[in-house]
């Protein structure tokens, strides 16, 4: 299934700022994360398809996900 | 020595010295100029007129060494909102009203001449004379002119020609510790000064007795503590002093919560150009500042310096508000443009929120068309100058609404909504409903719990918890506004307890005093409720708590939500 990763901040430091690439059925948020070596307890905002998500849901063809560190501001 | 009260009449061009009243003694900030202003003026008065009072307030903890404690608040009648307002911002003048001992500097009466005035602040006495030379000219002029004339350090609060002809989006500017802008931005105060003719506050604290620590051991520990718990909490330790709050494009579009064309959508195309990791860049490849604080102490350093291709300094303090509002909000993609009205703004005195809005509904009204950056450009100059159209639009967006028949006016009270769709952010929208000031993100931060997960986490597209989300944030607002703490001391307030413990302590050391927490909040209870009974005299309703009713009907793509409160679930707010 093709999933599009955003990464924004920090995140984006040695990594990328969008791809789209291919991962198997079943693969989930948190695989990902561990996958772009990110320590969990560092990410601040998962995006699903513009909503909020938690690292244990499953993700879908077609889906977009953005990673955010804890940011703020105001 | 003790602290004092300035009190200064633009009707007998007289001033004294008073001693302060013993209600007010335990009150600085937010909680003194709501105070006064309850106190001293008549809710139903015109607030261009001579019954209206410009209060300025340096908060409880200024003048000490606490970190971020610089913040002057300044309040009145409101002339775009018709309630009470209250504004704050960085700069130096609160530390140099603090140092001399001077709890609140109340400016009451007008002159019947319309003739300007420059009032000069000294530590034990004030001037007030005709100023000619610098009426009509911007406020970089005006600091550089003071500065050249009294000296390298005076404090200054100023307003631009928007406010000398008493539009109702004028802004007060206060210069920075660099010379620059920063601006009580928020309800039309740099009208109130220039109907009281007012053209600028030069404040000389030489020889001033400085700030009395009670308990300077205590102080030391506890500011210690402070200064730990925010650099300690991702967001003020790491994320607004690498990307300032500009960093804010990116999340609210990703959220659909970037208002954008005036409102009709959640995200917008060319938001990464205008993001603050692009900004950041720019920043850093022409040699600006990527971080800068707004006052000295300010150790978070959400502000920059933006530069030009040539690497020539264009402006400061350049947040995302003002970058969502040119930009998306507009549909310009284009930072340069952006930060060349930014300085425009802060040098005629215009607030950057309400201007924002200003132009969204000025390209609603077709007067020129959405994308257009020279034309942003050349309005802010018909603004300016007081040309027929100028007066219309710095009059507010509600006032441009109205002038060319439209409804997709965002405002709520007459104030234009900032940067956040309350659509898709529901928590916001309770804020911009129901706070005391019309619509003002500020008052009450619900983006931090509803999109940033700082606080907890309440789902941003449901009703659920909004109201009782909005009414505590609202709360602990208006008691950190008393403060003089900038704002953002609440991102670590929210998750690091130390972080209100120390405040706490670093009132008691200054004060002497035995506070604990629930004096803080029976503090900020006590400000929203003062505030709250000034309007309900002026003649305002719960009928006015509601937002425009284009957020009911249409929907904000991409999520396509709508605003679905009714009256009575908004008017819970109040049950406190
Ligand atoms: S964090 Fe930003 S707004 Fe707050 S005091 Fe520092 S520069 Fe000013």
């Known amino acids: ?74 | 020595m003790t602290e004092r009260i300035l009190r200064i009449n633009m009707t007998t061009l007289s001033s004294a010295f008073e001693e302060v009243p013993a209600e007010w003694q335990g009150l600085g900030g937010r909680a003194l100029t709501s105070t006064i202003v309850a106190k001293e003026v008549p809710p139903t008065c015109h607030p261009l007129g001579k019954h209206n009072k410009l209060v300025f307030a340096p908060g409880l903890l200024a003048g000490t060494p606490a970190a971020q404690s610089g913040r002057l608040s300044a309040g009145a009648k409101s002339p775009l909102t018709g309630t009470i307002k209250e504004s704050n911002a960085g700069g130096t003048a609160a530390q140099s009203l603090a140092r001399m001992r001077i709890k609140a500097l109340i400016i009451e009466g007008a002159p019947t001449e319309d003739r300007f005035y420059g009032i000069r602040i000294n530590k034990d006495d004030v001037t007030i004379s005709e100023e000619t030379e610098l009426v009509g000219t911007g406020n970089y002029e005006v600091i550089k002119t003071l500065i050249k004339r009294i000296g390298q350090k005076v404090g200054v609060l100023a307003i631009g020609p928007v406010g000398e002809m008493r539009m109702s989006a004028a802004n007060i500017s206060v210069r920075d510790p660099d010379g620059n802008i920063r601006s009580h931005g928020r309800g039309g105060l740099g009208a109130v000064m220039g109907a009281k003719r007012v053209k600028y506050i030069a404040i000389d604290d030489t020889g001033g007795a400085g700030v009395e620590v009670k308990d300077p051991e205590k102080f030391k520990t506890a500011a210690r503590a402070f200064a730990k718990a925010i650099l300690e909490h991702p967001v003020s330790g790491e994320g607004l002093p690498t990307y300032g709050t500009n960093v804010l494009v990116n999340v609210l579009n990703e959220a659909g919560g970037l208002p954008t064309k005036n409102f009709r959508y959640g995200q917008f195309e060319g938001h990464d150009k205008i993001s603050g990791e692009t900004m950041r860049e720019t920043i850093i490849q022409r040699g600006g500042k990527p971080k800068h604080g707004c006052h000295a102490g300010c150790i978070i350093q959400c502000s920059q310096v933006y530069c030009d291709k040539e690497g020539e300094y264009v402006t400061s303090g350049f947040e995302y508000e003002t970058i969502w509002g040119i930009g998306a909000n507009c549909c310009i993609d284009d930072l340069d443009i952006i930060a060349q009205a930014d300085r425009v703004m802060d040098d005629i005195g215009i607030d950057s929120i309400e201007s924002a809005v200003i132009m969204g509904v000025a390209m609603e009204a077709d007067i020129i068309p959405f994308g257009d950056g020279p034309g942003v450009l050349k309005l802010l100059e018909e603004i300016r100058q007081g040309t027929p159209l100028g007066r219309i639009l710095g009059n507010g967006a509600a006032a441009v609404g109205r002038a060319y028949g439209l409804t997709r006016v965002p405002v709520v009270k007459g104030q234009g909504i900032p940067a956040y769709d309350p659509r898709s952010v529901k928590g916001i929208g309770i804020t911009y409903a129901t706070s005391t000031q019309g619509a003002d993100h500020t008052m009450g931060y619900a983006v931090a719990t509803n999109i940033l997960k700082v606080g907890g986490f309440i789902d941003p597209l449901k009703k659920e918890g909004q109201v009782e989300l909005s009414r505590n944030l609202q709360i602990a607002t208006a008691a950190i506004d008393s403060t003089g703490l900038c704002l953002f001391v609440a991102f670590p307030a929210l998750d690091i307890p130390e972080t209100m413990t120390a405040i706490i302590d670093m009132l008691n050391a200054r004060y002497g005093t035995a506070l604990v927490g629930d004096d803080v909040i029976a503090l900020g209870k006590r400000v929203l409720k003062t505030e709250h009974a000034f309007n309900l005299a002026a003649g305002f309703t719960s009928a006015d708590d509601r937002l425009p009713e284009f957020f009911e009907d249409d929907p904000c793509p991409p999520l396509n939500s709508t605003w679905t409160f009714t009256g009575e679930e908004i008017d819970e707010f109040w049950n406190f």
């Open chain 1, 1 to 74: 299934m093709r999933i599009t990763i955003k990464l924004f901040a920090t995140f984006r430091i040695g990594r990328f700022a969008e791809v789209t690439r291919d991962y198997p059925a079943g693969t989930r948020i948190a695989d990902i994360i561990g996958e772009l070596h990110i320590p969990e307890k560092e990410v601040g905002m998962i995006m699903l398809n513009n909503r909020h998500a938690e690292p244990d849901q499953e993700l879908h063809d077609g889906d977009s996900l953005a990673l955010f560190p804890l940011v703020g501001g105001g």
